[in-house]
């Protein structure tokens, strides 16, 4: 593996953010015995019981990828389907490869096999140029952030998040009895003076100031926002002045595009620095993915963290999944490295011309959102900057049967003062009778504690927006949104009729 002993340590020591799982959980002691291996070369091993590859039914692996050497390579794939240009690379006992099979497909190590984690540390040093990281192979984000929660919560923890979060994440620490504090948003993603509001006033009753911050700085799910630089200097400041971890989830990283009024999103439009690039003090878990630049199934991704954080998530990755299959550690080192590999600048060329396709689908779906759903005058979509998701904010508050008052009449001056709740699952439940399935905000909701937050403006006000993609076919875009604006007529004026 990858020597963790040449990174500095970190600069500053962050190890009270620790759970006491973390601290209780001992280092596998077989896997401890299997690091000795590498004391000297040519170690005779009577230690493991790993099956000899001889006896693996499989002896060669072949990976059929686009190739990168067309200007557009994403475009060129798309089309010609079947015919189009492609690279193979492949992975054997008994070929010239990378990663040869005999390797990939034996027991590893936590951290990954050593040639797919220096894969992958290369794609974080190009864009990123981290200061004394590591980067651990893991199951894709879902698995990289459920790991960064278990390092460092709580039972009785409060972690931060936006106030609309990706809720098959968020859902996650419930069960380690840790909540959520939603921070404000607006459509440039987290508002830093909110998220430092609430750290300056928090109540030590509730128990310890949250100490992790789980955010998505780019193409937000749901709300497709983005951080500026400027956000997210801001952001890690605050986050440096209360000691506060953060945990970036950032898979739409390389789906950052020009504004919606340019043709196409150029190749040299550069990405926005990440949080991890700004970390100084290795307070930054990033977590990577190739689910939306590759394939979703291919279950495959990296956490980058101090080389501190990177022992404790190994130590949990040996006593619980175990490394990442073989198979797509083969193909990642086989990409960047192999003989026939894209390399990093094809990579770099893929992605880049992958987001110039999205921009194109951001277009056809803002634009068959102007031709169908805007002349409703009923809802707004948001045009997103980077990712899939576009939030479209539906106007309740031309419902006939909208309600501001609730609040005044039952007299609560926590409870919401609307039925914008109640309307939207009326609507939702409209979409699905009339075949469309749309997400609505209510899931990504993080409700908040009336006790101890400002309930002036409560998020059950706000529920009035749908999370819909630009990921699917042009038909799923029109259809879906006709059925949408269909729907809404349907629905605002069946009661003005029934008033009327
Ligand atoms: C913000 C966010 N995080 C994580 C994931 C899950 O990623 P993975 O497939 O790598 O587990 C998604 C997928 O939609 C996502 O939108």
């Known amino acids: 593996m990858l020597s963790t002993s040449s990174f500095a340590p970190p600069q500053v020591d962050l190890s009270h953010h620790l759970s006491s799982e973390a601290r209780l959980r001992k280092p596998n002691p077989m896997k401890a015995i299997w690091k000795l291996t590498r004391r000297r070369p040519n170690m005779v091993s009577l230690a493991n019981g790993d099956p000899h590859f001889s006896l693996y039914p499989i002896r060669r692996v072949e990976f059929e990828m686009a190739s990168v050497d067309e200007v557009d390579p994403v475009a060129s794939w798309r089309k010609a389907g079947p015919s189009a240009p492609s690279t193979k690379f492949v992975s054997s006992s008994y070929e010239p490869c990378a990663l040869p099979l005999q390797t990939a497909l034996q027991y590893s190590h936590g951290a990954g096999l050593p040639d797919a984690q220096r894969a992958v540390t290369e794609l974080t040093n190009f864009y990123h140029s981290p200061p004394d990281h590591v980067c651990t192979l893991t199951l894709g984000n879902s698995d990289g952030i459920t790991k960064c929660f278990r390092l460092l919560g709580e039972p009785g923890d409060h972690f931060l998040a936006d106030e609309f979060a990706f809720s098959s994440v968020t859902n996650v620490p419930f069960a380690q009895g840790i909540k959520w504090v939603g921070i404000k948003m607006d459509a440039g993603g987290m508002i830093p003076a909110e998220l430092e509001k609430t750290l300056e006033n928090w109540d030590p009753a509730r128990g310890r100031r949250p100490h992790v911050l789980y955010i998505v700085p780019c193409g937000q799910n749901p709300t497709g926002s983005t951080l500026s630089l400027e956000r997210r200097k801001q952001i890690y400041e605050i986050a440096q002045r209360f000691d506060v971890m953060i945990i970036e989830d950032d898979p739409y990283y390389y789906l950052q595009y020009d504004s919606p009024s340019a043709a196409t999103t150029s190749p040299d439009t550069p990405f926005v620095p990440s949080l991890l690039s700004l970390d100084v003090d290795g307070r930054v878990l990033r977590i990577d993915s190739f689910s939306k630049i590759m394939a979703p199934g291919m279950r495959l991704g990296w956490i980058t963290s101090s080389a501190f954080f990177h022992e404790h998530l190994v130590s949990y990755t040996d006593s619980s999944t175990m490394h990442p299959h073989g198979f797509g550690q083969m193909l990642i080192t086989e990409m960047l490295h192999g003989p026939h590999g894209w390399r990093?600048?094809?990579?770099?060329?893929?992605?880049?011309?992958?987001?110039?396709?999205?921009?194109?689908?951001?277009?056809?779906?803002?634009?068959?959102?102007?031709?169908?759903?805007?002349?409703?005058?009923?809802?707004?979509?948001?045009?997103?900057?980077?990712?899939?998701?576009?939030?479209?904010?539906?106007?309740?508050?031309?419902?006939?049967?909208?309600?501001?008052?609730?609040r005044r009449i039952s007299g609560n001056p926590t409870a919401p003062r609307t039925n914008v709740k109640e309307l939207m699952e009326e609507l939702f439940e409209r979409c699905l009778d009339s075949g469309l399935v749309i997400m609505p905000a209510s899931i990504f909701a993080l409700s908040a504690d009336p006790k101890h937050d400002d309930m002036e403006d409560p998020i059950e006000d706000r529920l009035n927006y749908l999370r819909a993609t630009f990921a699917g076919t042009e038909e799923a875009m029109e259809q879906g949104l006709s059925i949408l604006a269909q729907t809404l007529r349907e629905f605002f004026a069946d009661e003005i009729r029934a008033i009327a």
Do not use: C
Request: glycine residues 4%; proline residues 6%.
């Open 344 to 406: 990093i600048d094809g990579f770099d060329r893929w992605v880049r011309s992958l987001r110039a396709e999205y921009h194109r689908r951001r277009a056809f779906f803002l634009d068959a959102f102007a031709k169908t759903v805007a002349p409703t005058g009923l809802a707004r979509a948001n045009p997103p900057e980077a990712g899939m998701f576009v939030w479209i904010r539906v106007e309740i508050e031309k419902h006939p049967r909208f309600r501001a008052d609730l």
